[in-house]
């Protein structure tokens, strides 16, 4: 009884705190509930696999003949399981990539795996791969490329027709799809149904893009596109993995083309921007995107996937990590070693929380309401955040331990439901003397920033330096 009454006293407390104190104002740019969300999930995977695998290239021509297509073991419930079991949320396969050889009987072309060897031409490995991903929990993405080396149309208005009839099936037949990857890589030398020739074409015009983009959302509304102008989910600039050491998550609609984006302004953002686009960091782990015998030594380890994690999900994008199955149809023994391991590396990095047992205090607190304190940065809730006063034009954390402690990363996360606000901070421990000695600083913030320190401290403080409005932070943590 004594229990339920002190739960009950803190619910009244909660209402309360909610009726008394309004949020921190919004920038005019945000995230949608299903962006958050998607950011959330941190690390998602790509299945490179057509067949490319097998005449071991990376771009195939499209004149490659169907028969070839034979995985002999192919096992989509070990991709979806080695994918869960490193802790990826979502997987993306390439239903269709410049070859134009198709995962799914396409209606619409005969080079697909229908006149392939594998299940006599009755295998549909997209049906296969969504149903497994449903199965064990993971989000289902497909990447469809625009550019096509195979089918005689493209470079023509009939092309696009097609390609929107298979964003169609594969949009219709499958079920809910979370994400949906468009390439950037468009036109040049292709088979082009015998043509053999080299097509170019305008990317700012061709594949008209706006109705395309509005045919998916009238198909899938909560899907998210990702592309180099998004509208969802952007590319950094780069195939490592890494975004830039300042990154918004915002970018302006000027400019910024599919195909022929400026690959530095993707890897930055911009404050000013008014599309809210989550930077997505793409990068394999092997040196190719298909599978290749002869990379199998090369395969990324365990501390070099981690450290691409610090660069990407630790500078406000998320992760995506390519793993391409072999010949066998399942991803090789040597990449899963790896995943094992950064999943063990990456647990124990962030195993204990320094702060369960540290005091913290803030140079203000907004309206002096208990909903915004800085205890609430310590209570593993990234729904609740703490908030300074409107009018303390440099906010302050202090934190301070029992004893010196052996720090070797920190763990900052904006509360960006409001928006992405910090654009520049400081971090310094109290010295033997007493004097307060810089250790680290930094611009962006976002969701999550991670910083490597390697030093020891009983006390640190955090400064807010610079920000666009009242800055919210949800989550600080110390391992």
Known sequence: ???????????????????????????????????????QMELVGFIHFTVNTFTDKEWGFGDEDPAIFNPTELNVEQWVLTAKDAGLKELILTA???????????????????????????????REFVDACREYGLKAGLYLSPWDRNHADYGTPKYIEYYRKQLSELLTEYGEINEIWFDGANGGEGYYDGANENRKIDKKTYYDWDNTIALVKSLQPNILIFSDAGPDIRWVGNERGHAGETFWSTISDSGVVIGGADTKYLNTG???GNKWVIGQCDVSIRPGWFYHESQDSLVKSPEEIMDIYDKSVGRNGVLLLNLPPDKRGLIHEKDI??????????????????????EIQASSIRQNQECFSPQKLLDDDPETYWSPKENDDHPELIIEFEKPVYIRVIKIQEAIRFGQKISKFRILLEDEEGEWKEIAKGTTIGYKRLLRLYTAASKLKLIIEDSYGIPGICEIGIY
């Open 96 to 126: 269709k990539h410049h070859d134009g050889f198709c995962l799914w009987p396409s209606k619409y072309t005969e080079h697909s795996i229908k006149n392939s060897p594998y299940k006599n031409g009755k295998g549909d490995i997209v």
């Open 270 to 272: 911009s404050p000013d």
């Open 1 to 39: 009884m004594k229990n339920q009454f002190l739960i009950l006293v803190a619910l009244l407390a909660l209402i309360s705190c909610k009726q008394e104190a309004t949020d921190i104002p919004s920038r005019d740019v945000v995230p949608s509930d299903v962006q958050l969300a998607y950011q």
């Open 337 to 358: 070693i790896s995943l094992r391991r950064f999943k063990y590396i990456l647990a124990k990095t962030f195993k204990d929380d320094l702060t369960d047992s540290a």
